[in-house]
Nanobody, 116 residues
Framework: ERLVESGGGLVQAGGSLTLSCTAS????????MGWNRQAPGKEREMVAS????????RYADSVKGRFTISKDDAKTTMYLQMNNLNPDDTGLYSC??????????WGQGTQVTVSS
């Protein structure tokens, strides 16, 4: 697999989790990488994205100030640090890499469940 997520789990409201997405070297340099999530019965939504070599970031309004996206080039791994979690953050979190040369690639997802 070219994108492999880890780090999901069950956490109480107010807690923290860090998700990891390890990518193959050929797609880690994609123009855009990020995280989406999908809760049961809801549409998939963008959570956070990181762009290009400069590392510009974008966040959904619902996670601004609580989530941080980052990349470690040496480990070809992208992270999503999630703080102050609430039950609305529950969902299947999937990472993606999107680039004209490698296309759009998705990981298999990791489940995050936040209990109240």
């Amino acid at each position: 697999e070219r994108l492999v997520e880890s780090g999901g789990g069950l956490v109480q409201a107010g807690g923290s989790l860090t998700l990891s997405c390890t990518a193959s070297r050929d797609i880690f340099t994609a123009n855009a990488m990020g995280w989406n999530r999908q809760a049961p019965g809801k549409e998939r939504e963008m959570v956070a994205s990181i762009f290009g070599g400069g590392g510009a970031t974008r966040y959904a309004d619902s996670v601004k100030g609580r989530f941080t996206i980052s990349k470690d080039d040496a480990k070809t791994t992208m992270y999503l640090q999630m703080n102050n979690l609430n039950p609305d953050d529950t969902g299947l979190y999937s990472c993606y890499a999107d680039d004209p040369y490698v296309g759009l690639n998705w990981g298999q997802g990791t489940q995050v469940t936040v209990s109240s």
